[in-house]
């Protein structure tokens, strides 16, 4: 086995490990309920790990883990838009316009 990503927040490393599992790259994480540690063991030791079971593997599993940092990294930020019924100006992330459905609660 081999390792190939160890990170701070265990959920990002079980999102990179379930992309690899869609590879058929079969993976192993190592200090997964270690976070409780922190403070009595050096913080980096408690981080979660991603293995690569089969060391052939290892590389191909490096190379999608950088794909996929890298274009998570650039991910475009996005673009306020307005809502087509009233006009808000609305933040990229949201899909509802928060104008129009308080006023639909209301009605």
Request: with cysteine.
């Amino acid at each position: 086995m081999k390792m190939v990503y160890t990170a701070a927040n265990p959920v990002q490393v079980g999102h990179l490990r379930s992309i690899l599992e869609a590879e058929q790259i079969q993976t192993l994480v190592k200090n997964g309920h270690l976070t409780g540690g922190i403070g009595e063991l050096p913080a980096a030791e408690c981080w979660p790990e991603i293995w690569v079971v089969d060391p052939r593997d290892h590389e191909r599993a490096e190379h999608l883990l950088a794909q996929m940092l890298v274009s998570l990294s650039e991910a475009p930020a996005g673009t306020p838009w307005r809502c087509p019924d009233c006009g808000e100006e609305i933040e990229p992330q949201f899909t509802d316009c928060w104008r129009c459905n308080d006023n639909s609660l209301l009605a």
